[in-house]
């Protein structure tokens, strides 16, 4: 059984950092590829970047691209997202998602395993 556990979520004020942490376990993930999203109170959930297990291949949307990174460490089955320069427009709760996709995909039907969420508050 899948389980994705995201940790490092908080009460931040803008310009600051913050990293967040998925712990992925059940199964070994190459050939997947993971995806962090988020969602803000009355939108709708969107992709904000994923990497590909197996190269460490990285792909970003256009709002948090230069601003965040998301990296992995295999020993750990962790895969965390470093998040800089946070504005009060990145406030939402934050998903980790696996999928078995052979390219980093952005819609959320792509991705069949999700974590519980963790909320990241940014204050101007």
């Known amino acids: 059984q899948v389980q994705l556990v995201e940790s490092g979520g908080g009460l931040v004020q803008a310009g600051d950092s913050l990293r967040l942490s998925c712990t992925a376990s059940?199964?070994?993930?190459?050939?997947?590829?993971m995806g962090w999203f988020r969602q803000a109170p009355g939108k709708e959930r969107e992709f904000v970047g994923g990497i590909r297990w197996s190269d460490e291949s990285t792909y970003y949307a256009d709002s948090v691209k230069g601003r965040f990174t998301i990296s992995r460490d295999s020993a750990k089955n962790t895969v965390y997202l470093q998040m800089n320069s946070l504005k009060p427009e990145d406030t939402a709760v934050y998903y980790c998602a696996a999928g078995r996709n052979y390219v980093i995909r952005t819609p959320t039907s792509a991705y069949a395993y999700w974590g519980q969420g963790t909320q990241v508050t940014v204050s101007s």
């Open positions: 059940g199964r070994t993930f190459s050939g997947y590829v």
